[in-house]
């Protein structure tokens, strides 16, 4: 039941946010990048290389300000809508997969301000 919450928040997030990616990334390529991260940030499970590979593959994907823009923006709708998502997980996520991004993973980031 937890996931099939999760798999709607994601897809609400892809519907709402994907009319903003007019370069190469789109929110289901977010969407399908940080699927494997999910269990590690809402529950208390070890992290596993599956989510930092995709962690990885989102931020070499963002190559553009428009894609990080983009990017950004799927993440912050992303976890304004998943219940239960531990928000400071979330924020430390690329720093513990060796990944650096430009912004925080949070629903009160201000996408519009990266580059």
């Known amino acids: 039941m937890a996931m099939l919450k999760l798999a709607c928040a994601l897809l609400f997030a892809m519907a709402v946010v994907a009319p ?5 990334i ?3 390529t977010v969407s399908k990048n940080i699927v494997p991260c999910m269990k590690y940030l809402t529950t208390n499970v070890a992290l596993p290389k599956t989510c930092c590979d995709g962690v990885s593959a989102l931020s070499k994907a963002a190559a553009t ?3 990080r823009r983009t ?6 709708s992303m976890s304004g809508a998943i219940s239960g998502l ?4 979330a924020a430390a996520l690329p720093g513990q ?3 650096r991004v430009p912004y925080a ?3 009160s980031t201000d996408c519009s301000k990266v580059n």
């Open 65 to 67: 300000s428009t894609d």
């Open 20 to 24: 903003l990616a007019e370069a190469g």
């Open 26 to 28: 789109t929110c289901s």
């Open 86 to 89: 531990n928000l400071g997980k």
């Open 97 to 99: 997969c060796g990944v």
């Open 105 to 107: 993973i949070s629903p």
């Open 71 to 76: 990017a950004c923006t799927c993440l912050k």
